[in-house]
């Protein structure tokens, strides 16, 4: 079945440094979103994203979409404290008429201050 | 906060029962999806609903059961439940019933169950 692989698992940095999380997927994906869950909340749609090669940029966030739509990922430049959390790929893939929608197992961000 | 409403904030039970979560969907929304967030598992999508029809089906045991009401909140029924069964249950909303993942998702802040 469909995989949606995440790594790192764990990141650590210190504030001011950037942070990346890549996603890969099995199969070729219909779309990909992106979320962030703070310690003991909830998730929080951050983007989506679904033309091959497509590049999106949220303030210090970027997100890509790789060319064979199998792989993403999101980029943190300069992370500052409130960007701890977890951050989630979620992967669309279609298979005829029937959809499934996996998630990664996330990445983990702390930042040091 | 998303204006998505869950309850019970907590639930603790025994193996073996029943319970109903319930979950109120953004004012507007149709669409209610639910998912499933363990420790091993990590985020599982279980069932989405659209305007009181199944959508789209996901991760779901057959011992889970889902419905939305004609007011559009909807209830996930979880029964004869294992340990296993203990996690953390999201319920988000979405405007539209686009196919799963198309729609931009507003999450609840959970029910956590505990089946001891």
């Known amino acids: 079945g469909q995989q949606v692989m995440q790594i790192p698992q764990y990141q650590h940095v210190q504030e001011g440094e950037d942070f990346t999380t890549y996603c890969n997927s099995s199969?070729?994906?219909?779309?990909i979103q992106w979320y962030k869950q703070r310690p003991g909340g909830h998730p929080v749609f951050l983007i989506q994203?679904?033309?091959?090669?497509e590049v999106k940029k949220q303030k210090r966030l970027t997100f890509q979409f790789g060319e064979a739509k199998k792989n993403s990922s999101l980029h943190i430049t300069a992370t500052q404290t409130t960007d701890v959390g977890t951050y989630f790929c979620?992967?669309?893939?279609?298979?005829?008429?029937?959809?499934?929608?996996?998630f990664g197992k996330g990445t983990l961000l702390t930042v040091n201050p | 906060d998303s204006g998505v409403t869950q309850t019970p904030k907590h639930l603790i039970t025994a193996t073996g029962q029943r319970v109903t979560l319930r979950c109120s969907p953004r004012?507007?929304?149709?669409?209610v999806y639910w998912y499933q967030q363990s420790l091993d598992q990590g985020l599982q999508f279980l069932i989405q609903?659209?305007?009181?029809?199944?959508?789209a089906k996901g991760n779901i045991l057959e011992r889970f059961s889902a419905q939305q009401f004609p007011d559009l909140h909807s209830e996930l029924n979880l029964s004869s439940l294992e340990l296993g069964d203990s996690a953390l249950y999201f319920c988000?909303?979405?405007?539209?019933?686009?196919?799963?993942?198309?729609?931009?998702?507003?999450f609840g802040p959970g029910t956590r169950l505990t089946v001891l």
């Open positions: 199969t070729t994906l219909s779309n």
């Open positions: 979620a992967g669309l893939a279609s298979g005829g008429s029937n959809y499934k929608l996996t």
């Open positions: 609903y659209y305007n009181g029809e199944e959508r």
């Open positions: 004012s507007g929304d149709l669409s």
């Open positions: 994203l679904v033309k091959s090669g």
């Open positions: 988000a909303s979405a405007t539209g019933g686009g196919s799963l993942g198309t729609d931009t998702q507003y």
